[in-house]
């Protein structure tokens, strides 16, 4: 589609096409000029819509009247910083772009920067990129203790990049990596922008926060169990097209043995366990509060489990310490036992051994007298033996 603007002598060519690429020439009077039009089409796959980690296909082609030269090709992203892409040369004609993987973050503007010296070009072609996806890592680790309040949070960019299409999405947890995995709700997102979540255990004791910030998909946990640990993933789809964002959640738990107050001189065992496994730079550490050095313990590693004995009351703590920095903390206080209480087990245990002593001298006294009755009863009856074995008859005279 041309345009013709005699006034100013000039030819205006909407639309370009590859095949407009040609020498064009301006004839007036005996005048002539002639201008040769380079002309160069940026595709990109999928409209330019992609999910987070996809790798977006760019294809640049050219077509010119002259020998088609050889192209320098620079990509900057929407924060103006030069992206190299991996690129395919087809004879000059096609040259073919894949990004990396995308991040969210990658949503704007984008510039194609082609470069020649001869011919000489600089031409700059921008394009935009919208990636959906999440504002949280790929992969996080969030920790709980046993009967605390956890919300597990997915910051999503639909409506900072203005998305209009719908897509859907679910929130799935399994406690292992092979484990089979529970549907907690699905949720969709209109053209509009409006999120509609609908629930889909209800085995599984958690929430669905009403209010919370907007694009955000939230799971609350009122009352942590400890098989509540796990992976919670939360998935996106668009088109058949997924990604996903997952958040690890690692819960902690104390026990005593025996449990309940602490007598004086005896001993207790103290428990903190975290559910799966842990980073290589990372362990457990007992303490008591206003301690000493001696009544710290530390785990091994790889260790999810540490047991401590302890000979005195008060409050101490388990730590969960991850590149030297205090992840979560559970706080257990050992009650000492009253003074009443460590009379009433020394009165039971003096009181016992004298029971045990008593029984021991009866159990004695009646052994030696059934002893003395079995030894009378066997005279006897040796007695009557020997009577009716000497007896005499009298005759009468």
């Not at 040609?22 to 940026?42: E, N, P, W």
């Not at 949503?107 to 010296?117: A, E, L, M, P, R």
């Not at 029971?355 to 009378?376: D, E, H, T």
Request: proline fraction near 4%; charge should be positive; charged fraction near 20%.
């Amino acid at each position: 589609e041309a345009e013709i603007k005699r006034e100013y002598k000039q030819l205006r060519v909407r639309k370009l096409n590859l095949s407009d690429a040609g020498i064009y020439t301006c004839q007036y009077g005996s005048h002539k000029v002639q201008t040769s039009l380079h002309v160069f089409k940026l595709t990109i796959s999928s409209d330019g819509h992609f999910l987070q980690n996809e790798v977006p296909e760019l294809i640049l082609m050219q077509n010119s009247p002259s020998p088609l030269p050889d192209l320098s090709i620079t990509l900057f992203n929407s924060n103006n910083n030069r992206v190299t892409p991996e690129l395919k040369n087809e004879m000059r004609q096609k040259y073919i772009m894949n990004l990396k993987n995308l991040e969210a973050t990658d949503s704007g503007t984008w510039v194609c920067q082609v470069h020649s010296d001869s011919p000489p070009i600089n031409q700059k072609i921008s394009f935009a990129l919208k990636v959906l996806g999440f504002q949280n890592p790929d992969s996080e680790r969030k920790y709980a203790t046993v009967d605390s309040t956890v919300i597990l949070s997915w910051h999503l960019n639909f409506q900072k990049i203005k998305w209009k299409e719908d897509f859907t999405g679910q929130l799935i947890w399994k406690q292992q990596e092979s484990a089979n995995t529970l549907e907690l709700f699905d949720f969709k997102v209109t053209a509009q922008g409006e999120l509609h979540e609908t629930k889909k255990s209800s085995n599984f004791l958690f929430e669905i926060p009403e209010r919370k910030p907007e694009s955000t998909i939230q799971v609350k946990l009122p009352k942590v169990h400890f098989n509540h640990s796990g992976q919670y993933q939360c998935q996106l789809a668009y088109q058949g097209r997924h990604t996903q964002s997952k958040i690890e959640l690692v819960v902690m738990k104390v026990s005593s043995d025996p449990a309940g107050p602490l007598s004086r001189g005896a001993n207790m065992t103290l428990t903190c366990q975290v559910s799966g496994q842990l980073p290589p730079n990372a362990y457990l550490r007992w303490e008591r509060v206003n301690g000493t050095k001696m009544d710290i313990r530390n785990s091994k590693q790889h260790e999810v489990k540490l047991e401590v004995n302890i000979s005195a009351a008060g409050l101490w703590s388990c730590h969960l310490i991850e590149d030297n920095d205090r992840k979560i903390s559970f706080h257990y206080h050992v009650e000492e036992a009253p003074v009443w209480i460590n009379y009433v087990i020394i009165g039971a245990s003096v009181g016992g051994g004298i029971l045990v002593f008593v029984l021991a001298c009866l159990c004695i006294i009646s052994s030696i007298n059934w002893n003395r009755r079995r030894q009378r009863a066997r005279r006897m009856a040796l007695g009557r033996q020997y009577l009716l074995e000497n007896k005499t008859c009298q005759c009468q005279q």
